[in-house]
């Protein structure tokens, strides 16, 4: 079994991904504050009852299979892309513009803080696997 099969693993490399591709929407709307006629960008937040659907309706992970219909099935895949959605918080300034700078800074630090709490609990996984094989701390 590979690292990539793990359906935790894979579902905390998905939102990690999902959040950086929103920083950089979110840095966008930033850069173009001054734009006359930009309207702000945010991504669809991922819909985690479908992820996990997709991950439990699986009959097949790496050759095991459930033997009764109460056992969850679990798989690899991952979403596709992520869609890009208008945001519509904030009205738009005399140029057109919809971008709020404060809006915009809440948003990166809040996507910043997710990240980070992410990427933390995928450091934790790796570790409590690696105690569980007999190789701490390597």
Do not use: C
């Not at 905390?12 to 979110?26: I, P, Y």
């Not at 006359?36 to 991922?46: Q, S, V």
């Not at 009205?91 to 630090?109: R, W």
Request: net charge negative; proline share 4%.
């Amino acid at each position: 079994m590979q690292l990539t099969d793990v359906p935790m693993l894979s579902l905390l490399r998905e939102r990690m991904s999902w959040l950086d591709a929103r920083q950089k929407v979110l840095s966008q709307n930033v850069a173009n504050a001054d734009s006359p006629g930009y309207r702000a960008m945010d991504l669809k937040p991922l819909d985690f009852e479908n992820i996990l659907s997709g991950q439990t309706q699986a009959k097949n992970f790496s050759g095991l299979e459930t033997d009764n219909p109460r056992h969850i099935a679990i798989s690899g895949e991952s979403m596709d892309g992520f869609q890009d959605d208008a945001s519509s918080d904030t009205a738009a300034n005399p140029t057109g513009n919809t971008v709020s700078l404060e809006q915009e800074m809440i948003k990166v630090a809040d996507t910043q803080s997710q990240y980070q709490a992410a990427a933390n609990l995928y450091a934790k996984a790796i570790g409590m696997m690696r105690t569980a094989i007999g190789r701490p701390g390597s």
